[in-house]
Nanobody, 129 residues
Framework: QVQLVESGGGLVQAGGSLRLSCAASGRTFSSAAMGWFRQAPGKEREFVAAISWSGGSTYYADSVKGRFTISRDNAKNMVYLQMNSLKPEDTAVYYC??????????????????????WGQGTQVTVSS
């Protein structure tokens, strides 16, 4: 079992930067695919970024490509989302998600929130114009 706790959210002006962190507990973190999702008021949850268990592969939504960077440190059980050039439309609650892929042989559906089995409580990001 993996527990996730996000931090690093806050209020920032458009064009600014924030770095979100996701602290994971549990021995299976290093074998977990991880992702970041966000949900704005009145909107559905949407995929932001994902990273493979090794960190060797990363995936991004078109809306954040070139501005956001996902990374992980398996030695520290941490996942990060560096967000640059923030826009007011990036305002949302950001969630960290994970799924153990140890012995997993099914289809990887990294952009689908339903594929993930672990979720954090979320951290609010507000970008002012």
């Amino acid at each position: 079992q993996v527990q996730l706790v996000e931090s690093g959210g806050g209020l920032v002006q458009a064009g600014g930067s924030l770095r979100l962190s996701c602290a994971a507990s549990g021995r299976t973190f290093s074998s977990a695919a991880m992702g970041w999702f966000r949900q704005a008021p009145g909107k559905e949850r949407e995929f932001v970024a994902a990273i493979s268990w090794s960190g060797g592969s990363t995936y991004y939504a078109d809306s954040v490509k070139g501005r956001f960077t996902i990374s992980r440190d398996n030695a520290k059980n941490m996942v990060y989302l560096q967000m640059n050039s923030l826009k007011p439309e990036d305002t949302a609650v950001y969630y960290c998600a994970g799924r153990s892929v140890l012995y997993y042989s099914g289809t990887y559906d990294r952009t689908n929130g339903a594929w993930y089995t672990y979720w954090g409580q979320g951290t609010q990001v507000t970008v002012s114009s």
